[in-house]
């Protein structure tokens, strides 16, 4: 084999990349262990001790806190928390820039509201436009918008050009809300949290792993985000205060610590009584005076000037905040404490504490931040420090320059969502509303302050269009059902392999899976992916499809063999022969994986990246490691005596000569009567369309009993309007809860009220003591627009799979028969899949719900089938230069007969890897992997009286036209 050494050397290069990302996974999970045994199931008491590790240097340089970031992260349906996709209000951000009471706007943009919200493929400005040019065919949208965005609008501006505009705002809302949703998360403290664009630009996924709070969430989400600018007090004004605040907090602080000894005192009843918990609930222990908490104390230096009072620990500015509230009255009534948003020292634990001035009657800021227009970040004259310009508009500039001017040698306080992001100091009263931001930032600090800037007041609000909350306790289930599903698999793979191929050359198929597997993993680590229960599915999946590589090359060493060559020669031709159609079947569902990954969300994309990862791996193990150690065995001289043939193999497969040809006219009449009973079912029984393509909400509820779905259904009809599906899942005891009730309700408190009308239906079977949540498992929301974007997606993407598959056959083997034989066989799969499900959905002991996973499944099917086709259209065009004059009917059936056994083989061990999944993975993927059973043994089917005979018969009637036409 060539490139031997490079081989080697890259191999051994992933290896070390592999177990160098992974080692933060080992290293996460120790330090996980040492905190639960330490804390001994008190969550506060591990959050603590994590939260005192997290800026020590404990592996390799690295922090604890970037050695969890960098570990493989669980899924939401692993780990337990919440997704969500947040909704920009865009009616919100035209009605600001319209400015204005026109009757026939105001109807044009509350149509498209009621529109928008009722799901359409088309964007909100788009659906804008249509309703306002219907409603006032003469209209123009200049004279609307000309006003406030004079700038950019002038009064004679087209339609089209208004757009244009309105679009660009909106996307500069979008990222603004996205930056400040980002921050919020950040703030929040999820561990690892995902928040990423969509690709409608108002539309932004957030999924948080861990999170046991959703309505907390929910309500972060959703506030407004307020741009202020403070006035600010020097700290030295304020030097008596802090003075008495520090005695009072003293002896506040001995009273707390006398708590054990003395409980009669009134006062230390009043301090006890006064103990506060922080916003996760837990309670603050108040042991030291308010200077003492400071580690960098400002107001304890004389002469010191500028708005910070001091820095403090993380862990203390919850003591700190407490005894501000507490002795709020020491102070004069316009003072405000805020926090500053970044950590201001390396080990990133210390925040500082800025002293802000009320103004106005109400003592709030000096100005809102919605007056802002445009930032800026740049390098100041000839590469000098980054500094941050800012404008205004007429209103703002005018309140600006009175400002400055009152506050010439002060800072002015740039505060968002309540935290000092910068307090530049002023220098001079600044006229015309243009601004620069100077203070020795780095890039990075200069663009953040540009994006806070931009983000003024949010723009728009935003609303939750869909939701998924996983409790912890089925994330455990999920973490149990994956894990034991893929073992049982892998060795269920193991001892195929080694009945098929002896124990030698099974054993060496065995170490490529496993070195898949383990490289799989690394390179999931390397790019800080997170492993879902899909995601599981999808590695399971890719070492069943490796099996394929590894199948396709024994078998053409066997048929090597068998021609007389020896070991040594046939191990090189097999190699050679097997690796176009190795390379094809790879590349195929590579595609398929990519238009999944661009498609999907969440823990579809998941699947996909799994997916690709995995068969780009098993195309380095099963092609190149594994010819590797045949040769460096035979080298040595061992190993001489392989024939790759076993009893069991020997017994099961012989040497086959059907007429494919002949026979698929009989498949082909059965396909036609299965398609017309496939019709008649999705006329008549339809399909189990999910909430994902119809908007609804879901919720899994787990009893203490057994219950009978009739009954659950019968008790929540009343309550829910009439809309209430119920279907058993797992087991008897626990039933999925479906319902479209109030889907349409915008209400801040809907999934209060929602819950406790399930609770109210469902009292009868709520253990007492306890409430509807302690029996909710997980829920899910998807609101009616974004049932009808999945909807357009899923159809996008089975199109593009089809046509890449058709346009990928053509280039390869340059006759389009090829792709119609293909393209016709693939149609097939993916309908008999639907029609079965339509056919089954009622009868079938698990969910078979029409969804996003039901897309990803067709789609892998789409990928996995066409291997098969790839396999034998590849012998065919070897044979066929082999043997050019031979006729084309010969020709099909040789090619499929010669591949017979790889197929049989490669589809066994496909089926038996997803009947371990289906009986042992769990509810998560059950309806997935039985949509992918149906089509691994269709789409066997369709390669061998579908796609061959479809070609034949177009390539025959080419050579006939060929025959006919004139000889030049």
Request: glycine fraction near 8%.
């Amino acid at each position: 084999m060539q490139n031997k050494g490079f081989i080697k050397v890259f191999a051994i290069i992933l290896t070390l990349i592999c177990l160098f990302y992974l080692s933060f996974t080992i290293v996460g999970r120790q330090y996980n262990k040492k905190a639960d045994a330490y804390a001994k199931g008190d969550l506060e008491l591990k959050n603590q001790y994590l939260d005192s590790l997290s800026t020590e240097k404990v592996y390799l340089g690295y922090t604890l806190k970037q050695i969890r970031e960098k570990e493989i992260g669980l899924g939401l349906d692993l780990k337990g928390g919440m997704n969500v996709i947040v909704e920009m209000d865009v009616a919100q951000v035209l009605k600001a820039l319209a400015n204005t009471d026109d009757p026939q706007f105001n109807q044009a943009l509350q149509e498209t509201i009621v529109q928008n919200r009722k799901g359409s493929s088309s964007d909100f400005i788009t659906l804008f436009r249509q309703n306002y040019e219907r409603i006032n065919p003469t209209g123009k949208l200049a004279n609307i918008f000309s006003i406030t965005m004079s700038d950019r609008v002038s009064p004679t501006a087209t339609n089209d050009q208004v757009i244009n505009v309105l679009r660009q705002e909106v996307k500069s809302a979008a990222d603004n809300s996205f930056n400040v949703l980002r921050t919020r998360i950040d703030r929040f403290g999820v561990v690892a949290p995902n928040v990423q664009r969509l690709d409608q630009a108002e539309r932004i996924l957030i999924e948080m792993p861990g999170i046991t709070e959703p309505e907390r969430v929910r309500n972060l989400l959703q506030g407004s985000a307020n741009l202020e600018f403070w006035k600010t007090y020097d700290i030295n004004e304020l030097g008596t205060y802090f003075n008495e605040i520090n005695t009072r907090s003293a002896e506040y602080a001995q009273n707390v610590r006398g708590a054990a000894t003395a409980s009669t005192d009134s006062l230390l009843t009043d301090s006890l009584a006064l103990i506060p918990s922080d916003a996760a609930g837990a309670k603050i222990e108040i042991n030291k005076s308010f200077v003492e908490y400071f580690a960098q104390p400002r107001f304890g230096m004389g002469g010191a000037n500028g708005p910070i009072v001091g820095a403090v620990a993380q862990n203390d500015t919850a003591a700190v905040n407490y005894l501000l509230q507490r002795y709020k009255d020491i102070f004069p009534a316009d003072v405000r404490f805020r926090w500053g948003f970044k950590p201001i020292d390396q080990r990133e634990t210390l925040y500082e504490l800025y002293a802000l001035r009320g103004d106005g009657s109400k003592r709030g800021p000096a100005l809102e931040g919605d007056v802002v227009t445009n930032a800026k970040a740049d390098q100041g004259h000839q590469g000098s420090a980054w500094e941050v310009s800012m404008t205004m508009n007429s209103a703002g500039a005018s309140r600006w320059a009175t400002i400055t001017g009152a506050e010439k040698g002060k800072s002015i306080a740039i505060v968002l969502d309540g935290y000092v992001y910068s307090a530049p100091t002023v220098n001079d009263r600044i006229e015309g509303g243009r601004s620069s931001i100077s203070g020795r930032f780095t890039p990075e600090e200069a663009g953040d302050l540009e994006n806070v800037l931009k983000s003024g007041k949010m723009k728009a609000g935003v609303r939750i269009v869909q939701e998924d909350v996983v409790g912890p306790s089925l994330g455990q289930e999920a973490i149990h059902d994956g894990l034991v599903s893929f073992v049982i698999a892998l060795i269920v793979l193991f001892i195929f392999t080694c009945l098929l191929y002896g124990f030698t050359p099974g054993m060496v198929i065995n170490g490529a899976l496993l070195i898949n597997f383990f490289f799989t993993l690394g390179v999931l680590a390397a790019f800080q992916a997170v492993l879902t229960l899909p995601g599981i599915a999808g590695m399971i999946l890719s070492l069943a499809m490796a099996v394929d590589a590894n199948v396709l090359i024994n078998e053409r060493i066997k048929e090597e063999l068998a021609n007389g060559k020896s070991l040594r020669k046939a191990l090189e031709d097999g190699y050679k022969n097997a690796f176009s159609a190795i390379l094809d079947s790879n590349l195929t569902t590579i595609i398929t994986g990519i238009i999944l990954a661009i498609f999907g969300t969440g823990a579809i994309k998941g699947f996909a990246i799994t997916l690709i990862i995995g068969i780009s791996i098993s195309f380095l193990t099963a092609v190149f490691l594994t010819r590797l150690v045949y040769e460096h065995q035979l080298e040595r001289n061992r190993w001489l005596k392989l024939t790759f043939n076993t009893g069991f193999s020997r017994a099961i497969f012989n040497v086959y000569n059907f007429d494919f040809i002949k026979n698929s006219k009989n498949i082909i009449l059965a396909i036609a009567i299965f398609v017309v009973i496939s019709i008649v079912s999705l006329f008549t029984l339809k399909l189990n369309t999910g909430i994902d393509f119809t908007g609804g909400r879901n919720y899994i509820v787990r009893f203490d009993r057994p219950v009978k779905t009739g009954d659950i259904e019968e008790a929540l009809q009343p309550v829910l309007g009439g809309s209430a599906q119920v279907i058993t899942i797992g087991s008897t005891n626990q039933v999925r809860i479906s319902t479209n009730y109030m889907i349409d309700n915008e209400s801040a408190t809907v999934e209060e009220d929602l819950i406790s009308l399930l609770g109210q239906g469902l009292k009868d079977y709520i253990t007492p003591g306890s409430t509807i949540n302690d029996h909710i498992q997980s829920s899910q929301k998807v609101g009616p627009s974004v049932a009808e974007d999945t909807m357009k997606n899923a159809f996008l993407a089975l199109t593009i799979a089809l046509i890449c598959m058709g346009i990928y056959i053509f280039a390869r083997f340059r006759n389009w028969a090829f792709s119609v034989g293909t393209v016709a066989a693939l149609s097939i799969d993916t309908y008999a899949v639907i029609g079965l499900y339509s056919l089954l959905w009622k009868v079938m002991p698990f969910s078979m719900e029409i969804d996003q996973t039901f897309v990803a499944a067709i789609l892998t099917i789409v990928g996995y089938s066409i291997n098969d086709k790839v396999v034998v259209f590849d012998r065919f065009r070897e044979v066929h230069q082999l043997y050019p004059k031979r006729e084309l009917r010969s020709l099909f059936n040789d090619s499929m007969n010669a591949v017979l056994a790889r197929t049989i083989n490669t589809g066994l061990s496909t089926i038996l890897v997803i009947i371990c999944i289906l009986f042992l993975g769990g509810d998560a993927v059950r309806s997935f992997v039985f949509a992918m059973l149906i089509g691994v043994v269709v789409g066997t089917v369709t390669s061998l009286f579908i796609a061959s005979p479809v070609a034949y018969a177009i390539m025959r009637k080419q050579d006939r036209k060929r025959q006919l036409e004139p000889q030049k």
